[in-house]
């Protein structure tokens, strides 16, 4: 009896501490759209346009400097892990150099935008709308 318990309870550990290519590739394509909505969500509440780079394996937030440069927000950089790789980025419908910079502006309208990703070779998406919506888009 007590060894078919413990067979019961490591069974339910290994699936949790061992979640599946869907749920990471979820859980990695959720955290990148959080960074996207706080870029977004600077523009808003700071006033000033902000911009985001998926360029290297990194995130990196940016806002505009008074001499029209881009600057990095401190603080505001991440490591993608080595399992997320942006496939494309489009903008207003046009396919551009995932380097480019994605940018929200203050009176929180926006440009169109679909960052196309593979998590554990599985296919996964971002999209964002001109009203400022940001959603993990169905496959």
Not at 14 to 38: C, G, H, K, Q, Y
């Amino acid at each position: 009896m007590v060894v078919a318990i413990a067979g019961i309870v490591l069974a339910v550990a290994a699936v949790n501490l061992f979640p599946s290519d869907e749920e990471v590739a979820r859980r990695e394509t959720a955290l990148l759209a959080l960074d996207i909505e706080a870029a977004r969500d600077d523009a808003w509440f700071g006033g000033r346009p902000t911009g985001l780079t998926l360029a290297e394996g990194r995130v990196r937030v940016l806002r505009l400097a008074s001499d029209r440069s881009w600057s990095p927000v401190p603080g505001r950089e991440r490591r993608l892990p080595d399992a997320l790789r942006v496939a494309s980025l489009a903008i207003d419908g046009r396919e551009v150099d995932p380097r480019e910079v994605l940018v929200f502006l203050p009176d929180g309208l926006g440009v169109p935008f679909r960052v196309a990703l593979t998590v554990r070779g599985l296919p996964k998406a971002i999209e964002g709308d001109a009203a400022g919506a940001v959603r993990v888009a169905p496959r």
